[in-house]
């Protein structure tokens, strides 16, 4: 297959040597050329590749920019508001939350970049001339799997180069169709070649249920890609196959992301996750082993009340869904477990490890409000949200690495939904109350789409999975709190624009509507 070469850098490439030459007494060659043909004979360790490659793809899911912002600032689930000199960037957090970024916004194609780049070096390593192991070969179609999904998801194009295409070669352009298709084909050569692990810290890599667990996933968003209807008898074929790996719920919410084993981490990654800790809490607001936060991320009222509890509230006892967590008063803040920091959703007056109460830096009470302003918040407004506590069950250990990538609760709503779409409403409400029960929350007595879409909220909040879900059920353009009323309705902002840089380079490229 044809594919790319990167104009921009081509002529980076030229300019660099054409400065270097004219400010030097060398004369060029008349065989002297500026880009060679590299050709391409096989990666000469295919391990160590292997493993930069988990480390790259698993960090860019760190970030609290770029792909994770993408996929949880466009939300109900997450904004940044600008407080006062602080989180304004020139508007590109704002323009997430709002449905204003433009074709030049900063994440764009540093995502792009980031994804597509790992697509090129998975194919590298599944090259017959890397002479790659059978396992090896798996985990790369895996991982590959992974990136051209986002790829897709993100912007509706998947441009791919064979490992052996020559820099000057321009890459095809998968349509939608092509590139569903691509990577449900990886996913089940990967699952034929993936090793079989149970429920442990060994989770931190492929697996046969890794694998199953985003087949389930593509499969079930497959009527964006497609234009028919999923499969969903394949979605919870894929899901018991997750199960049958060994995999279950498993109660005690916030224990579910610490550095243990339990039966519901299906993947996850050696990532650091202070960007999760950090990035909400105030200032003035220290663990035992960090200084203070960053006072950004907040979420919506909006979203908040899709919990039962009180609204002005979240203490001990104001809500039986213990997914929304709790906030340390004065009795209950202390230097040993908690350091004064809450679980969950953060609101109300907030307290240091010896119960006393929090003022911001002007010296007023420190209270997470409800209110908040886009462009004008103050420090204490916002309710904020810590799913990562610093605490990590034997320790303070903010900076330890380990972020959940798949969980099994997804998987088990993945079933639901695809049962309650394909005529099982009885089934789907069972699956959906068997974890509401598990949680603590008030069991349904009947199950809709929105109570579904609720339900996926409650469960895997800044799990980045918000923005594929709510495209799923027809509401990313819906209104939420500061959104552009220009913006709602408008279908066009499903896909993010391509990146310039990308369109320069490759012309088979075609940039997505109202860009």
């Not at 790319?4 to 270097?20: D, G």
């Not at 609290?64 to 020139?90: H, I, K």
Request: proline letters at 4%.
């Amino acid at each position: 297959m044809k594919k790319q070469f990167n104009i921009n850098i081509a002529l980076l490439l030229l300019i660099s040597v054409a400065a270097f030459y004219s400010c030097s007494d060398l004369e060029l060659e008349a065989t002297d050329s500026v880009i060679q043909d590299v050709t391409f004979t096989g990666l000469a360790d295919t391990e160590e590749s292997l493993n930069g490659l988990y480390s790259e793809t698993w960090g860019m899911l760190g970030d609290q920019g770029n792909f994770f912002a993408l996929n949880e600032v466009t939300t109900d689930e997450q904004v940044v508001p600008t407080r006062g000199s602080d989180w304004g960037d020139n508007g590109q957090w704002s323009s997430l939350h709002d449905h204003k970024w433009k074709v030049d916004h900063n994440f764009l194609l540093p995502t792009w970049n980031q994804l597509n780049s790992k697509v090129l070096k998975a194919t590298q390593i599944i090259s017959p001339l890397s002479n790659a192991t059978p396992r090896e070969i798996a985990e790369a179609k895996f991982l590959r799997a992974f990136s051209m999904y986002f790829v897709l998801d993100l912007w509706g194009q998947n441009p791919f180069r064979e490992a052996t295409d020559a820099p000057t070669d321009t890459p095809i352009v998968l349509s939608t169709a092509e590139a569903y298709a691509f990577i449900l084909n990886d996913l089940d050569e990967a699952i034929a070649g993936l090793p079989e692990i149970a429920p442990s810290l060994a989770t931190k890599g492929a697996s046969k249920a890794a694998a199953n667990f985003l087949k389930a996933k593509v499969i079930l968003n497959s009527e964006r890609y497609t234009g028919s209807a999923p499969n969903y008898s394949a979605v919870i074929s894929a899901v018991d196959a997750v199960e049958a790996s060994g995999f279950a719920l498993q109660s005690g919410y916030f224990q579910l992301f610490e550095p243990t084993a339990n039966n519901e981490t299906v993947l996850y990654g050696q990532i650091g996750i202070g960007n999760r800790i950090w990035n909400g809490m105030h200032y003035n607001m220290v663990s035992a082993d960090q200084g203070g936060g960053w006072n950004g991320f907040s979420t919506l009222a909006e979203f908040y009340d899709l919990f039962e509890g009180e609204s002005d509230s979240n203490y001990q006892g104001d809500s039986p869904d213990e997914r929304r967590g709790w906030v340390p008063d004065a009795t209950t803040a202390n230097a040993t477990t908690n350091h004064g920091i809450g679980y969950g959703f953060l609101v109300g007056q907030q307290y240091d490890k010896d119960g006393v109460a929090l003022t911001d830096r002007a010296g007023d009470p420190l209270i997470y409000s409800r209110d908040l302003s886009l462009y004008t918040s103050n420090e204490a407004q916002g309710i904020r949200v810590i799913k990562y506590h610093p605490y990590d069950g034997s320790g303070f250990n903010s900076f330890r690495s380990h972020e959940t990538i798949f969980r099994f609760a997804d998987a088990h709503l993945m079933r639901a939904e695809a049962m309650l779409r394909n005529g099982d409403s009885g089934g789907a409400l069972a699956e959906v109350n068997e974890l509401r029960v598990l949680r603590g929350a008030t069991p349904f007595s009947s199950l809709s789409l929105d109570d579904m879409i609720d339900e996926r909220g409650r469960e895997l909040y800044v799990e980045f999975f918000r923005r594929n879900d709510l495209l799923r059920f027809g509401q990313f353009t819906k209104n939420w709190e500061f959104k552009d009323p220009a913006a709602v309705g408008d279908a066009n902002k499903n896909l993010f624009p391509i990146p310039l840089t990308a369109l320069l380079s490759n012309p088979n490229l075609v940039q997505n509507p109202g860009y």
